[in-house]
């Protein structure tokens, strides 16, 4: 983006190595902190850099050995469910370290990338969540002829994104007969089955403390997830839903989010019960209050420092 070298930028967008395109709201953010900043402003990609120590001196450098002035304000758009303690996260970090404050944080984005990490977060903070279980070192061939993992429920890894890897298991018999079949790098997590929430959720945007957009999202097919990147629709609704909003912008800060897609179910009391959230949310073109919320923020962090 720009046409002035990004070493000299204050304003960065941390991205995913390439050639991996942009995703459609992480390339329409960068247009805009471009056309805020300028020069001032310029994308990096994870695969480009070069970081350590030198005579005692924290040091950033590309591959082709130029010195990189580290800027003031870092926009983390490399999904969670990718990052690697021992590669991204080690970035992000040296990025701390050098003085730059990062949306989100190394700590917060650690947090997240774990579904289960975020519950155990949550329901510290007294935050309501779905019943789940999970398990260290136990093979997943016990686990799931444990009494306490019941059905229906819903199973997921711990470390996944975009609906996938997650499914509904009707009955501890199917669980047992597929347990041998289920990838076993990371753990799963066995969920309690909302059914009121079946193939329905609500997404809330947070942006530094307030919900700046929400949206109801639908499965077209009367599947379990309703992720739009599994093809479903979405209705906008911010304002409709005060109680979900505040709690999403609760979840957000208890993780140490300023910028969070937060995922709420339905439950059959007319409430809401947590389901996930997210360090690097997507949204869609109609909502429009999201890009204005993270640019005016990004200005504030400027003018802070």
């Avoid at 947090?111 to 789940?132: E, F, I, M, S, Y």
């Avoid at 009367?222 to 093809?231: C, R, T």
């Avoid at 839903?241 to 140490?256: H, W, Y």
Wanted: charged share 20%.
């Amino acid at each position: 983006m720009g046409s002035v070298p990004a070493a000299a930028a204050d304003v960065w967008m941390l991205v995913r190595e390439n050639p991996v395109p942009l995703m459609k709201a992480t390339q329409a953010l960068a247009e805009a902190l471009e056309a805020a900043h300028g020069p001032r402003f310029a994308v990096w990609h994870t695969d480009e850099l070069l970081f350590g120590v030198r005579r005692g001196r924290l040091v950033l450098r590309t591959l082709g050995g130029l010195e990189v002035a580290p800027p003031k304000v870092v926009l983390v758009r490399q999904t969670p469910g990718t990052m690697a303690q021992d590669r991204e996260v080690s970035l992000l970090r040296h990025l701390e370290h050098l003085g730059a404050v990062l949306i989100n944080s190394a700590s917060a984005h650690i947090r997240c990338g774990n579904k289960l990490w975020q519950l155990q977060d949550l329901a510290a903070a007294g935050l309501p969540v779905p019943d789940t279980l999970s398990y260290a070192t136990a093979p997943l061939t016990g686990v799931v002829r444990s009494p306490d993992v019941v059905a229906p429920c819903i199973v997921k890894a711990v470390r996944g994104r975009n609906g996938r890897e997650v499914f509904l298991a009707p009955d501890t018999g199917l669980l047992r007969s597929v347990a041998g079949s289920l990838a076993q790098d990371v753990p799963l997590v066995f969920q309690e089955y909302v059914s009121a929430s079946h193939g329905r959720d609500l997404r809330v945007v947070v942006v530094d403390g307030e919900p700046v957009a929400a949206q109801i999202r639908t499965a077209r097919d009367g599947s379990l997830a309703a992720n739009l990147a599994q093809g479903g629709a979405a209705e906008l609704c911010l304002g409709r839903f005060p109680d979900a909003e505040a709690l999403a912008v609760a979840a957000a800060g208890t993780l140490g989010l300023t910028l969070a897609g937060v995922d709420l179910l339905f439950t059959a009391d007319g409430g809401h019960t947590i389901c996930e959230v997210n360090a690097v949310p997507g949204w869609r073109p109609r909502m429009t209050s999201v890009i204005p919320a993270v640019t005016a923020y990004v200005a504030r962090l400027l003018a802070e420092r």
